[in-house]
């Protein structure tokens, strides 16, 4: 599924949450980025919908802002991000990957998870430091 991805210009403000999980998941997102905030986390971390955000809050934008497009080429904190673009993202941030790029840095992110793997499976040999590097 798709991700979808939101540039929040509205600072303190929440896009995201429950419902909006709901419908997603009703749709078959994959999972929601965004470089502002998110609210009901404890009810959307329920769902196990993915969700990455700078943050949380109880205020939404409501009343204050609209959308003001979809499937269009965004910037979020200085890093564009366009339809068809690859999103990686876990609890230490959120990578964007250019769609033209995409299997190049499938194909060098796997070589190396199978390099730490084989790292990891030396060091629980008790390899030395010295021996790994």
């Known amino acids: 599924g798709d991700v979808i991805v939101v540039e929040n210009p509205m600072k303190g403000r929440a896009y995201f949450g429950d419902l909006n999980a709901h419908i997603a998941i009703t749709r078959g997102a994959a999972g929601f980025v965004t470089n502002g905030f998110t609210r009901d986390t404890v009810e959307v971390k329920c769902s196990n919908f993915p969700v990455y955000a700078a943050g949380s ?15 269009q080429c965004i910037s979020l904190d200085g890093v564009s991000c366009c339809p068809g673009d690859l999103i990686f993202s876990d609890q230490e941030g959120t990578l964007i990957i250019p769609r033209r790029f995409g299997n190049i840095v499938i194909e060098e ?16 040999n008790g390899s030395s430091v010295s021996e790994i590097v």
């Open 57 to 71: 809050t109880c205020s939404d934008v409501r009343g204050v802002a609209t959308v003001e497009s979809t499937n």
């Open 109 to 124: 992110a796997l070589k190396r998870v199978f390099s730490e793997s084989s790292i990891r499976q030396d060091i629980l």
